[in-house]
DNA sequence: TTATAATTGACAGAAATACTCAGGTATGAT
DNA sequence: ATCATACCTGAGTATTTCTGTCAATTATAA
């Protein structure tokens, strides 16, 4: 139950753009210096994270990357089902999948709630509550309970 | 963001054991028919069951397996405790993991958040209730909305 | 026209997954 | 005792997915 590194990466250097981000284009190189990635791994996040609408991108010198939109509407799930394929946690679930779910699949209900918990969790953060926690981090305000982890849309 | 299927597998398994279950020990060739596994790979998660104390063995002619303990007391998170390694979405939070944590990793709140939702989930549901929720779908009340997924231990 | 930087697709090494197989061991019934 | 049953174990393997590189192309500002 991994998530994979891609989208791990895909999440950091997204929140390293906005942070980087001051109104002019972002060059990848510095997200790739910052966050410790090869550049073309990282050319190929950003590609899938342009067809998706998350960022867009200024060609030729002097261009880069920005966020497609403000940073607060931007969500956490959907940067990563830019990258990843899925948030579904079993295969025959997919939509194109094939699960007959005859009456024996009793446990199809089980990975649909568990689908659905992580999606509305990812969902429920976006990449200006993430920046600004980043923000506070940089300052030095090195706080130790510096987040705490919202546990629901609502409680 | 999948599981294992051998997670999915031994969940499975685990309501078939229960409801073969009848007091006498189930052998594994009868849920092995039942879910369409292998039974060599299915000794193996049961190997692995038994060592995590969610089943436990009788050896011998008539032998077999049979819950350790009621089903009501067996979670779902437990099961798949026993056959995947982890539930934690990251690897570098996994327990002997080299999380620095510095001031760069803003996204460590949202893994671990996740995790949480994970385990809080899986956690609430218990193999006596997807038993119950198999009868009903076996029994032909092949009801639609047969089972609300637990949105949470309470809401 | 030239340098810069995004864009694309093919590809490869490594790791994890999903099994199979060939035995071994304990137990109850005959 | 011994035999059949069924648990138990570890090695091994094919397949897939993940992670990342490389080479080449296209678009644009200076």
Not at 2 to 7: M, Q
Not at 17 to 23: A, C, I, M, S
Not at 72 to 96: N, Y
Request: hydrophobic share 35%.
């Amino acid at each position: 139950m991994r998530l994979s590194t891609k989208a791990q990466y895909a999440v950091r250097a997204m929140v390293s753009l906005n942070l980087l981000h001051d109104g002019q284009p972002v060059n990848l190189r510095d997200i790739a210096k910052r966050e410790d990635l090869s550049l073309p791994y990282l050319e190929q996040l950003f590609v899938m994270l342009r067809r998706n609408e998350i960022v867009k991108s200024i060609r030729g010198p002097g261009g880069g990357y920005m966020p497609a939109r403000p940073a607060a509407d931007i969500r956490v799930d959907e940067i990563i089902d830019s990258v990843e394929e899925t948030l579904v946690p079993v295969a025959c679930m997919e939509k194109g999948g094939k699960c007959l779910c005859s009456e024996q699949c009793v446990t199809r209900s089980v990975w649909q709630g568990l689908g659905e918990r992580i999606r509305d969790f990812l969902a429920s953060i976006t990449l200006e509550e993430l920046s600004r926690e980043a923000r506070k981090k940089l300052e030095g305000f090195s706080g130790e309970e510096s987040l705490t982890v919202r546990k629901g849309k609502e409680e």
